[in-house]
């Protein structure tokens, strides 16, 4: 570790971080003294926090007053985390239709941020993000890191999507975000929704001049990286490890991503709306779920508890958000919670495979993939929900799903939250998809319901073509 990164992990972000009213250190110290807890005492950890936490939405938070009125039940009912089946599961389109009861009465005497997400579940969604649930999931990659022997204060290259890097708008406020995760959280970020092979020597260019520790990004956009590299017969710097995240990491991804930076791959996944928050230590047995930050529950349809090793859906409880508290949250993907423990000796459940979120790369009739980032583009623009063009396409769209049959071409299916709604609103989508699928017919259709994929899955996008 060099001497500026000792600096940069010592003085300079407790420094900034306490400047901008954050704590993120403070946040990974308490996580490296919780790593070798017994698996009782991280329960009681997590049946403590949560007791407090369901006593704040009782008495502060108007949606589930309401629902723990109207089902009869009192925080004491809610215990530990066997007790959470008495709540109903919350689902995007519970928070879409009550998103102001979600918001705790006292949030304006807390610190957050406004989050979103992309439409990967078919529902954009906005929430509210409670500063001490931003400082403690930063503060569980950075100790999912450390398992790969990456430390705070190291530089890091970042290539992903806009739920990871905010497309390059201009301003201050960018200016100032982008000067921070480069100067002092040595991270320096770039959004790839573009993955053509002159953007990809882009990237390479600008990760050999700065020389990362390690590489972060989407399992795909690594993995097309990394084919780019190879294909180019291109040398690299040396890489600690790398880092994946935000798609099901395909085993030939690994395979291909491990092969050309000569570096292991350490999954992680993650979500900032519901908290969850699971990384893979050097043993690479499953992702060891932050226990101390939410609580995981794997369900069946009917919201009941499967047992571990049975294929369900994730459901998170984000223990420290109080501005905008996520009970029960539905994240729209589907996993198992393996039934023994990792080898390492570390405490925390294993997430085993996560398979909700397939690599969904699309091609162009060329042959050509594009990563499932650049569809959210597409959809809504740039993607940055807090945006008031951005929130009006959004309000409009109920859900959506983009289909690709076998020869390339594209339709676009549209449940809009107004049934009279005029088709023309949407028509600047058929412009995006043509101007990177030139030579596909791309049909935009409205529809009453949203047809299930023919893996059941929750997917917004299906493709049977898949490439030449
Ligand atoms: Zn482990």
Redesign the pocket.
């Known amino acids: 570790m060099s001497l500026y990164s000792l600096l940069d992990q010592k003085i300079i972000i407790p420094l900034a971080e306490k400047f901008k009213g954050r704590n993120l250190t403070g946040a990974v110290r308490f996580l490296s003294s919780t790593e070798w807890l017994s698996e009782q005492e991280l329960y009681d950890l997590q049946s403590r926090k949560l007791r407090l936490l369901v006593e704040h939405c009782y008495n502060n938070v108007p949606y589930y007053k309401r629902v723990f009125d109207d089902l009869g039940i009192t925080p004491d009912d809610i215990q530990s985390r066997e007790d959470l089946s008495k709540i109903p599961i919350l689902t995007k389109q519970i928070i879409k239709e009550n998103f102001d009861d979600l918001i705790s009465i006292d949030a304006e005497s807390r610190q957050m941020f406004d989050g979103s997400t992309g439409g990967s579940t078919g529902i954009p969604m906005r929430f509210k993000e409670d500063v001490n649930s931003w400082n403690s999931l930063r503060a569980l990659n950075f100790r999912g890191w450390s398992?790969a022997g990456f430390q705070l204060g190291e530089k890091l290259f970042t290539l992903a999507g806009n739920s990871l890097v905010k497309k390059n708008t201009k301003g201050r406020k960018w200016l100032e975000k982008n000067l921070y995760d480069r100067l002092i959280m040595r991270n320096e970020k770039h959004n790839c929704t573009d993955i053509t092979p002159k953007a990809l020597k882009g990237y390479y260019k600008a990760m050999m001049k700065y020389k990362p520790a390690a590489l972060r990004g989407y399992a795909s956009s690594l993995y097309f990286f990394a084919k780019y590299i190879e294909q180019n017969h291109l040398s690299i710097c040396p890489i600690k490890a790398v880092f994946t995240t935000g798609e099901k990491l395909q085993p030939q991804y690994r395979y291909k991503i491990q092969q050309v930076f000569h570096a292991p791959v350490f999954d992680g996944y993650g979500a900032s709306d519901g908290g969850v928050s699971a990384h893979e230590?050097?043993?690479h047995?499953?992702l060891?779920i932050g226990e101390e930050h939410c609580i995981v529950e794997i369900v069946n349809n009917e919201g009941m508890v499967v047992p571990d090793g049975e294929i369900g859906h994730v459901v998170s409880t984000d223990l420290n958000n109080y501005v905008f508290p996520f009970l029960r949250y539905k994240v729209g993907d589907l996993a198992f919670i393996k039934s023994s423990l990792?080898?390492?000796?570390?405490k925390h459940r294993?997430l085993g495979e996560v398979i909700g979120r397939e690599g969904r790369a699309i091609y162009n009739k060329q042959g050509r993939p594009f990563s499932s980032i650049v569809l959210d583009n597409m959809m809504f623009k740039d993607l940055d929900f807090h945006t008031e063009e951005c929130q009006r396409l959004y309000e409009r769209m109920e859900q959506f799903q983009i289909r690709q049959d076998k020869k390339g071409d594209l339709t676009i299916l549209i449940k809009p939250v107004n049934p009279d709604e005029e088709l023309s609103t949407f028509s600047y989508i058929i412009d995006n998809f043509q101007s990177f699928f030139p030579d596909s017919i791309v049909e935009l259709r409205f529809v009453d319901s949203i047809p299930p994929l023919p893996s059941g899955k929750e997917d917004y996008c299906y493709s049977e073509y898949k490439g030449k």
Do not use: F
């Open positions: 398992w230590c050097y043993m047995e499953g060891h990792c080898s390492c000796g570390r294993l």
